[in-house]
Nanobody, 129 residues
Framework: VQLQASGGGLVQAGGSLRVSCAAS????????MGWFRQAPGKEREFVAA????????YYRDSVKGRFTISRDDAKNTLYLQMNSLKPEDTAVYYC???????????????????????WGQGTLVTVSS
């Protein structure tokens, strides 16, 4: 099982970027998926998550209204569209997925690293001021 994140790069503040996470080894169409990020010297933090059905999405407060998480189950791919980027968004972005098919979690659980069993290698997003 592999999650391969891509699409990171250097962008100016106010710009946009879309990062992708391609899954291989199994299908994740029935699994919760999410994005986390880790800035230098900081803990890995939750960014966004999407339920297995795609019907519910969750965001950290600082990215609400700017970031959009989505999934294309036909392509086994997760996306994070990031608009109005700020220098404080600079980090390595990691995708993650749980192992339990069609599991329903409490809203709070989506924000917790322990909910996720599979992790990608990360893609670096740098936002210049």
């Amino acid at each position: 099982v592999q999650l391969q994140a891509s699409g990171g790069g250097l962008v100016q503040a106010g710009g946009s970027l879309r990062v992708s996470c391609a899954a291989s080894g199994r299908t994740f169409s029935a699994n919760v998926m999410g994005w986390f990020r880790q800035a230098p010297g900081k803990e890995r933090e939750f960014v966004a998550a999407i339920s297995w059905s795609g019907g519910s999405t969750y965001y950290r407060d600082s990215v609400k209204g700017r970031f959009t998480i989505s999934r294309d189950d036909a392509k086994n791919t997760l996306y994070l569209q990031m608009n109005s980027l700020k220098p404080e968004d600079t980090a390595v972005y990691y995708c993650a997925a749980d192992r339990n098919s069609r599991r329903t979690y409490t809203a709070a659980s989506y924000y917790i690293k322990g909910t996720y069993d599979y992790w990608g290698q990360g893609t670096l997003v740098t936002v210049s001021s």
